[in-house]
């Protein structure tokens, strides 16, 4: 069983690993978390950690596998979520350094702003009681890395508490007028080709199932998400693996695009 000692152990592996851009096996055995519960634990430890080395507060969350095509991709069949930490969100035009990176992804999607509390009070919400929280919603591209010997056989729990891949976002500029989501198309370029397509239906029906499913489930830890708080939906396009000097833009219809290059 996970102790909150073994987790903060864990914990200082997986950020032992980020700062040397070594590759991720498995954890020792005492270590590796066994369940999505545990993760939960060592992902809470770690970025608390990463926090205290200068990576930022946690400025919110990105959630994974909320769309067929990745669910399929990474072989997990329901949504999973990660911390974002404030250092790691940055504006269109930025030029990101591939080096930082073991082996840098992009992902497509509608982030949303949350303007007021939610409390864990509230739960179960659902794509309407959620909306009212909502303040903007941006076209974003998630940063994924591939931080991992074998991403196939890491297993979910390793990557959850490894912030399932997760590694920053560069977001668009905020719309309050967003319409209706699961209508909006994204479209994925680097380097001027189009390399996927989606629509916000692809993010469970709509995204604000995805922002309803992370409430819900912060809810049951008994927490809630708070004012101000970032959260990436999940990637109406597969994830594409991009190298130094790529180009990429995430087109996201109405709610406009970002563009942002890798040095």
């Known amino acids: 069983m996970m102790t909150p000692e073994s987790a903060v152990f864990a914990a200082c592996?997986?950020?032992?690993?980020?700062?040397?851009?070594?590759a991720l096996d498995r954890l020792p055995d005492p270590l590796q978390p066994a369940d999505e519960a545990e993760a939960y634990q060592v992902q809470e430890a770690l970025n608390r950690k990463l926090?205290?080395?200068?990576?930022?507060?946690?400025?919110?969350?990105?959630?994974?596998?909320?769309?067929?095509?990745?669910?399929?991709?990474?072989?997990?069949?329901?949504?999973?979520?990660?911390?974002?930490?404030?250092?790691?969100?940055?504006?269109?035009?930025?030029a990101l350094d591939h080096a930082a990176f073991r082996r840098p992804g992009v992902e497509c999607e509608i982030a949303v702003r949350l303007g007021t509390d939610v409390p864990a009070s509230g739960a179960p919400y659902d794509r309407v009681?959620?909306?009212?929280?909502?303040?903007?919603?941006?076209?974003?591209?998630e940063i994924v890395d591939d931080r991992y010997a074998d991403w196939r056989t890491a297993g979910t729990p390793l990557l959850i508490a490894d912030n399932f891949f997760g590694a920053g976002c560069v977001l668009g500029a905020p719309v309050q007028d967003w319409g209706a989501l699961d209508e909006v198309a994204g479209t994925m370029l680097i380097n001027g080709a189009v390399v996927g397509?989606?629509?916000?239906?692809?993010?469970l029906g709509h995204p604000f199932e995805a922002l309803a499913w992370l409430a819900n489930q912060l809810a049951g830890q008994g927490r809630g998400l708070e004012a101000g708080d970032l959260v990436l939906t999940g990637s109406v396009v597969q994830t594409n693996w991009v190298a130094a000097g790529d180009r990429v833009a995430m087109d996201l219809g109405r709610l406009g695009a970002v563009e942002f290059s890798f040095g």
Do not use: N
């Open 13 to 22: 592996e997986l950020f032992a690993a980020h700062l040397s851009l070594r």
């Open 51 to 94: 926090s205290g080395a200068g990576f930022g507060e946690l400025a919110g969350y990105k959630i994974g596998c909320t769309t067929a095509v990745m669910q399929a991709y990474l072989g997990i069949p329901s949504p999973c979520r990660g911390g974002i930490l404030s250092s790691t969100v940055a504006a269109g035009g930025t």
């Open 129 to 141: 009681s959620i909306a009212r929280f909502a303040e903007c919603c941006m076209p974003a591209a």
């Open 197 to 203: 397509t989606g629509r916000g239906s692809d993010v």
